[in-house]
């Protein structure tokens, strides 16, 4: 089984969902909750015209499109990997969302497990991803990615594995208002 970010997302919120639905088999309902929404209008021509002058803000020299990458853990489509005019690469992803003010986890979750994917793949650092936000007029944030965030990212990987290889019932999250409205609640032992 090779991992997505919607995997890592879902551990992450609490890795009793990773039990609930990989060792148990019972199907999450609010799956939808958790995918990460991808910007349907990517081939908008204004959004199209935009692109370029994005890129040159950002000064990337080179962009590779719709990347299917994967590595011994994960697998992710990276809408652009560029490369920037420091010789290091970045994900950039477009988000069919307005911008909110703040980073949603979930997104910088998805930018993580992408900067590894790109690390493995093409062998250059990944200090930062771009997230472009097409229904606030393409706004563009800049999310710094060091080391520690892809060593996030690794560790819930490998936990998910652990608890799914070893049927290991993992810690419930330390967030309990999670639980009010959670599909689990109700076979979940706290
Ligand atoms: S009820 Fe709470 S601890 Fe249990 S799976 Fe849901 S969010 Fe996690």
Request: with cysteine; hydrophobic share 35%; proline share 3%.
């Given at each position: 089984?090779s991992l997505t970010p919607s995997h ?28 990460v929404?991808k910007?349907?209008?990517v ?20 962009k590779l499109q719709d990347q299917y990458l994967t590595n011994n853990s994960i697998r992710g489509q990276v809408d652009e990997v560029l ?6 690469m970045?994900p950039l992803d477009y ?15 998805q930018?993580?497990c992408y900067a590894w994917l790109i690390r493995d793949n093409f ?68």
């Amino acid at each position: 089984m090779s991992l997505t970010p919607s995997h890592i997302i879902q551990y992450l919120y609490c890795p009793r969902f990773t039990y609930f639905e990989y060792v148990l088999g019972i199907p999450q309902f609010e799956e939808k909750d958790f995918k990460v929404k991808k910007g349907r209008e990517v081939h908008d021509n204004k959004l199209e015209q935009n692109k370029e002058y994005l890129r040159r803000r950002i000064g990337a020299v080179y962009k590779l499109q719709d990347q299917y990458l994967t590595n011994n853990s994960i697998r992710g489509q990276v809408d652009e990997v560029l490369t920037l005019n420091d010789g290091t690469m970045a994900p950039l992803d477009y988000k069919f969302a307005e911008y909110k003010d703040r980073i949603y986890e979930t997104y910088f979750t998805q930018l993580k497990c992408y900067a590894w994917l790109i690390r493995d793949n093409f062998g250059k650092e990944v200090e930062k991803g771009y997230l472009v936000y097409v229904r606030s007029n393409n706004k563009l944030i800049e999310v710094a990615l060091d080391k520690g965030a892809v060593e996030d990212v690794k560790k819930a990987a490998k936990e998910i594995y652990r608890i799914i290889g070893l049927n290991y019932y993992p810690k419930a999250t330390k967030y309990k208002a999670r639980c009010l409205n959670c599909t689990y609640r109700n076979i979940c032992v706290k």
